[in-house]
């Protein structure tokens, strides 16, 4: 179940920038390179993700898997957060960076990735009809780098944020109904950031929306 869930997201943006070279850039060079780009590293992504599915066991040692190296987190969520602009182009979603520059970090970049993915992927699900998403990168005051994503969504109680971050649990039943999804995505997160010695907060107000933050360790 895990591993479908880290399948879908490179699945969704293969099929979209293939559509849209089909339907919009075909004829346009620079376009056309630039989504066929999206297609390259996507497909990357996922032989990543099927070599983790070919050794169980690196998945099973957890902090023994990590590949750790430094690299700049600023550039690594430009770039994650410029896959998502299909979504702009075709369904008229908003996202909002404030991204400090040079902020370099030392964890497994592929494992990173995966959190980014999930949380903006998890603020596009539930973000509200405005179609915003916040997305920030900040080097806090000890070095740690900060990251966060917030909608504009339904929000959550305490109650419904305090059994979030378990595996296939979503706010409610009616939630799972309207958004879909397994509930997996926070669950993949907190573990990503634990192996990294980050941590996870997560703030929310029902009716207002959400943000959920990580922190990592200083390169």
């Given at each position: ?8 997201t ?5 099929k ?15 376009k ?16 990543s993700?099927?070599?983790?599915v070919l050794?169980?066991s ?14 700049d ?10 896959k ?7 369904q008229?979603?908003?996202f ?6 040079d ?9 990173i990735?995966?959190?980014l993915y ?9 973000t ?16 740690t ?17 305090g059994n979030l971050f ?6 409610d039943n ?10 997996l ?6 573990h990503?950031v634990?192996?990294?010695h ?5 703030h929310?107000e ?14």
């Amino acid at each position: 179940a895990n591993v479908s869930h880290d399948f879908k997201t490179p699945l969704t943006m293969i099929k979209a920038y293939a559509s849209m070279i089909q339907e919009i850039s075909g004829n346009n060079p620079e376009k056309r390179t630039k989504h066929t780009q999206v297609i390259i590293d996507e497909a990357d992504r996922l032989t990543s993700l099927v070599n983790d599915v070919l050794d169980l066991s690196k998945i099973r040692s957890g902090i023994n898997a990590l590949k750790i190296e430094a690299f700049d987190l600023s550039e690594y969520t430009f770039d994650v957060l410029e896959k998502f602009e299909y979504l702009s182009e075709t369904q008229g979603y908003r996202f909002v960076a404030d991204i400090e520059k040079d902020i370099y970090t030392e964890a497994d970049p592929l494992k990173i990735g995966e959190v980014l993915y999930n949380l903006i992927g998890n603020a596009v699900n539930y973000t509200g009809e405005d179609k915003l998403v916040r997305v920030e990168l900040k080097r806090q005051g000890d070095g740690t780098a900060r990251f966060s994503v917030s909608d504009t969504g339904i929000g959550m109680t305490s109650e419904q944020i305090g059994n979030l971050f378990e595996s296939f649990t979503q706010a409610d039943n009616s939630t799972t109904r309207r958004y879909g999804g397994t509930g997996l995505g926070l669950s993949i997160v907190k573990h990503a950031v634990q192996y990294h010695h980050g941590t996870v907060e997560l703030h929310s107000e029902e009716g207002k929306g959400t943000t959920i933050c990580i922190l990592l360790p200083k390169e």
